[in-house]
């Protein structure tokens, strides 16, 4: 299938997903929380989503939180049609392939985010995680562990039970930066070592022993 330069669009045409900037001081309280799930939810049942499971980890999480498990098949469907316009373009022995993609502002929407002027540029505060936090994380072993979801059903209870219902209260359970997130989410250390030694491997074995020899899967538009 042909598809001109021109099908390709600008990501400002896109509906904008975001919690909003704020200058301080700034309290999220539980009705926040429940607002933003609410509009999760919403997004999730947008067709482009389905790049939020391909992205795993906590980001794949927070997706079946919005949908449900029964949703895991729709991201084998194929792209949306947003992904020819606004997606990932991938160029694979020559062919042109499209994929849908999130925006680093759809991530950080997905997990909660809110921008807070404490100095010139904006700090993010989120209730979840972002990605590169998580990354950095001793839960990040490369699949969603037993210790992973039981993590998150911790931080889910710690928020529905622990965040202020009023602004004018105090408490440690709503969303924070990442400086805070990388320190509450270190646990065993070794772990990162450990996945790096994996990602070393299995890449060392893709580009030496299945050269050639992998079929892409191609739910894409080729050109």
């Given at each position: ?149 039981s993590w998150f059903q911790t931080r889910l209870e710690n928020i529905r039970q622990g965040v202020s219902r009023r602004r004018d209260s105090s ?11 990388k320190h509450g989410l270190k646990f065993n250390g070794a772990t990162k070592k450990f996945k790096k030694n994996i990602d070393a491997a299995s ?21």
């Open positions: 299938m042909a598809v001109s330069p021109e099908a390709r669009r600008p990501l400002s045409e896109l509906r904008t997903f975001l919690l909003g900037y704020f200058r301080p001081p700034f309290k999220a309280i539980y009705a926040d929380y429940i607002a933003y799930e609410q509009y999760r939810h919403e997004f999730m049942n947008e067709d482009r989503a389905r790049a939020t499971l391909l992205r795993g980890r906590i980001l794949w999480r927070l997706a079946l939180h919005s949908i449900g498990f029964d949703a895991l098949p729709s991201a084998l469907i194929g792209i949306s049609q947003d992904a020819v316009p606004f997606g990932q373009l991938l160029t694979i022995n020559g062919e042109t392939h499209f994929d849908d993609e999130l925006s680093e502002e759809e991530v950080d929407f997905i997990c909660g985010t809110y921008y807070v002027y404490t100095s010139k540029f904006p700090q993010k505060l989120s209730w979840w995680p972002r990605p590169q936090a998580w990354s950095e994380s001793g839960l990040d072993v490369g699949f969603w562990s037993a210790r992973c979801e408490d440690n359970n709503g969303p924070v930066n990442n400086t805070h997130w890449s060392e074995f893709l580009a030496t022993k299945a050269s050639g020899k992998l079929s892409f899967l191609s739910f894409s538009v080729h050109l």
